[in-house]
């Protein structure tokens, strides 16, 4: 079974920073892309930014500039930095692997529980 674990979540005033952490586990033989989506009340989820094993990254129009993506993979773990937060970024953040695990060729999409980021003053 894999599992992706994120944290880092919370409470921030406007113009302020998080980073957010996911973390998979498993009987893991390799992970490809790794990203971050986001779903705000009454909307649908949507990509917030991409990284690929290589390293190679894109992010959504509406971030870029303030959040970067980044991943260790020793770690096996994602992050997301965001800066210059806006109340139009509160959302539960959802991390989004592709995994192959040790015991099977096929490689699965699978998703994070979630985490609540609240830009609020």
């Known amino acids: 079974q894999v599992q992706l674990v994120e944290s880092g979540g919370g409470l921030v005033q406007p113009g302020g920073s998080l980073r957010l952490s996911c973390t998979a586990s498993g009987i893991i033989f390799s992970i490809g892309a790794m990203a971050w989506y986001r779903q705000a009340p009454g909307k649908q989820r949507e990509l917030v930014a991409r990284?690929?094993?290589?390293?190679?990254?894109d992010s959504a129009d509406s971030v870029k500039g303030r959040f970067t993506i980044s991943r260790d993979n020793a770690k096996n773990t994602v992050y997301l930095h965001m800066s210059g937060l806006k109340p139009e970024d509160t959302a539960v953040y959802y991390c989004?692997?592709?995994?192959?695990?040790?015991?099977?060729?096929?490689?699965?999409?699978?998703w994070g529980q979630g985490t609540q980021v609240t830009v609020s003053s």
């Open positions: 989004n692997a592709d995994v192959r695990k040790v015991t099977d060729p096929t490689t699965y999409n699978y």
């Open positions: 990284i690929r094993s290589n390293g190679s990254a």
